[in-house]
Nanobody, 127 residues
Framework: QEQLVESGGGLVQAGGSLRLSCEAS????????MGWFRQAPGKEREFVAA????????AYADSAKGRFTISRSNAPNTVFLQMNSLKPEDTAVYYC????????????????????WGQGTQVTVSS
């Protein structure tokens, strides 16, 4: 059974940094596209960043461009989200997601594109 476990969340001051990790187990996630989403209180879950199975393709929400970096390691099966210059509006529960794909260069931006989800990790940015 596929499982995604996020870690690395916490409380940080505005301008600070956090590195989120998501470890996948159950299958060889090297052929899986991965993504990070977030959900703030009272808001819908939204796309943050995505990475292809090969790791060579990435995409970011406008709010994350220039501040966040997604990367992955297939040994072990882990995807990272390095978040710099954090703002109070980045406060949310961050979720890792995965989906199988035949195309190692493909990445996905929509919630409905993903098959597997982690339980989320809280990120709180104080002003």
């Amino acid at each position: 059974q596929e499982q995604l476990v996020e870690s690395g969340g916490g409380l940080v001051q505005a301008g600070g940094s956090l590195r989120l990790s998501c470890e996948a187990s159950g299958r060889t996630f090297g052929s899986y596209a991965m993504g990070w989403f977030r959900q703030a209180p009272g808001k819908e879950r939204e796309f943050v960043a995505a990475i292809s199975g090969s790791g060579r393709g990435t995409a970011y929400a406008d709010s994350a461009k220039g501040r966040f970096t997604i990367s992955r390691s297939n040994a072990p099966n882990t995807v990272f989200l390095q978040m710099n210059s954090l703002k109070p509006e980045d406060t949310a529960v961050y979720y890792c997601a995965a989906r199988g794909t035949y195309y190692s260069g493909a990445y996905y931006l929509q919630l409905r594109d993903y098959d597997y989800w982690g339980q989320g990790t809280q990120v709180t940015v104080s002003s």
